[in-house]
């Protein structure tokens, strides 16, 4: 059988919120199976607790936020990109603010931290969304789509006119049972440009960020001195991010997803079509591993 997984022991960290500025304690905790990932405030009066699904997603403004009534954890994609690459299924996120910590603007310390508290098999089966039906949205020139596949696949094409990322190309292929999320997708970095650090600022957003959390630009180079970590990393990270918006449907999905200058609001809106048509998914388990698909053997073997 292909079992959920949560982790093995509970650990810790601290760092900055990208939008808040504010200093965060945040802790990933064991989870029953079946339970999901729960986010959980400390700072806030108990019990309050959001499970993670696509009709939680409110705010997505340079950012994934998610919520339940009055309670709002920001900036959850990174975390949740690395929550689906290492495939916990369920797992508690307690913090003592209104955002996941930014760390290094990638999701390997995200990485880090699950590989550190250990991963633990449960006795109920993984249960994957498979799409069986094209699902697409649209936005102008910007659109998204998932199509029927027997694993997990994205293709990401971005559009910056800009000249170090027109250097780098602006179009990613991965797919899961090819590509390592740990080696080749979990450290591509956040990046923005300097023009819009006052706009942003006015608006209460990018209040943490800096060169030690993103690749910043001016209006002709990367102002970061160690430069990029990759080729493609503005492309690759639009992939990570994308990985972690398609984790909030609550299940790991089995599809291809492609997208064209698609974000945090598009990519949700995807999830939300799919949800709103029950001829364009099934729920499926896999109780004969040898009938599961190779993606996710070789991408544990990865982790």
Same mark, same amino acid.
């Given at each position: 059988?292909?079992?959920?997984?949560?982790?093995?022991?509970?650990?810790?960290?601290?760092?900055?919120?990208?939008?808040?500025?504010?200093?965060?304690?945040?802790?990933?905790?064991?989870?029953?199976?079946?339970?999901?990932?729960?986010?959980?405030?400390?700072?806030?009066?108990?019990?309050?607790?959001?499970?993670?699904?696509?009709?939680?997603?409110?705010?997505?403004?340079?950012?994934?936020?998610?919520?339940?009534?009055?309670?709002?954890?920001?900036?959850?994609?990174?975390?949740?990109?690395?929550?689906?690459?290492?495939?916990?299924?369920?797992?508690?996120?307690?913090?003592?603010?209104?955002?996941?910590?930014?760390?290094?603007?990638?999701?390997?310390?995200?990485?880090?931290?699950?590989?550190?508290?250990?991963?633990?098999?449960?006795?109920?089966?993984?249960?994957?969304?498979?799409?069986?039906?094209?699902?697409?949205?649209?936005?102008?020139?910007?659109?998204?789509?998932? $199509? =029927?596949?027997?694993?997990?696949?994205?293709? /990401?094409?971005?559009?910056? !006119?800009? %000249? @170090?990322?027109?250097?780098?190309?602006?179009?990613?292929?991965?797919?899961?049972?090819?590509?390592?999320?740990?080696?080749?997708?979990?450290?591509?970095?956040?990046?923005?440009?300097?023009?819009?650090?006052?706009?942003?600022?006015?608006?209460?957003?990018?209040?943490?960020?800096?060169?030690?959390?993103?690749?910043?630009?001016?209006?002709?180079?990367?102002?970061?001195?160690?430069?990029?970590?990759?080729?493609?990393?503005?492309?690759?990270?639009?992939?990570?991010?994308?990985?972690?918006?398609?984790?909030?449907?609550?299940?790991?999905?089995?599809?291809?997803?492609?997208?064209?200058?698609?974000?945090?609001?598009?990519?949700?809106?995807?999830?939300?079509?799919?949800?709103? $048509? =029950?001829?364009?998914?099934?729920?499926?388990? /896999?109780?004969?591993?040898? !009938?599961? %698909? @190779?993606?996710?053997?070789?991408?544990?073997?990865?982790?």
């Amino acid at each position: 059988m292909l079992r959920q997984r949560t982790l093995r022991s509970a650990v810790s960290a601290q760092g900055v919120g990208l939008h808040s500025g504010q200093r965060v304690r945040l802790s990933l905790q064991p989870a029953p199976a079946d339970s999901g990932i729960v986010f959980r405030r400390s700072d806030l009066p108990q019990p309050n607790e959001i499970v993670s699904k696509a009709v939680a997603v409110g705010d997505t403004r340079m950012a994934s936020t998610i919520g339940e009534g009055a309670v709002k954890v920001a900036t959850v994609e990174h975390l949740m990109s690395a929550l689906s690459g290492l495939g916990i299924d369920n797992a508690t996120v307690e913090v003592d603010a209104a955002e996941i910590p930014i760390m290094d603007g990638s999701a390997a310390s995200f990485v880090y931290l699950i590989r550190s508290a250990g991963i633990q098999e449960q006795d109920q089966p993984k249960r994957f969304v498979e799409v069986i039906k094209p699902i697409e949205v649209r936005d102008g020139d910007k659109w998204a789509r998932l $199509d =029927p596949y027997y694993g997990f696949r994205l293709d /990401f094409t971005i559009d910056f !006119q800009h %000249p @170090a990322v027109n250097q780098t190309g602006q179009e990613v292929s991965i797919d899961f049972e090819q590509s390592s999320f740990v080696e080749e997708i979990a450290r591509a970095r956040t990046f923005g440009f300097m023009r819009d650090v006052d706009a942003l600022r006015s608006k209460g957003l990018a209040m943490g960020g800096s060169l030690d959390n993103a690749i910043v630009m001016d209006s002709h180079r990367i102002l970061n001195r160690s430069g990029l970590r990759r080729p493609d990393e503005f492309a690759m990270h639009k992939a990570l991010d994308a990985i972690g918006d398609l984790y909030l449907l609550g299940q790991p999905l089995m599809a291809a997803y492609s997208a064209f200058k698609s974000g945090h609001a598009l990519n949700n809106q995807l999830l939300r079509a799919l949800l709103d $048509d =029950p001829s364009a998914w099934v729920e499926r388990s /896999f109780e004969d591993l040898s !009938q599961a %698909p @190779a993606a996710w053997a070789r991408q544990w073997s990865w982790a």
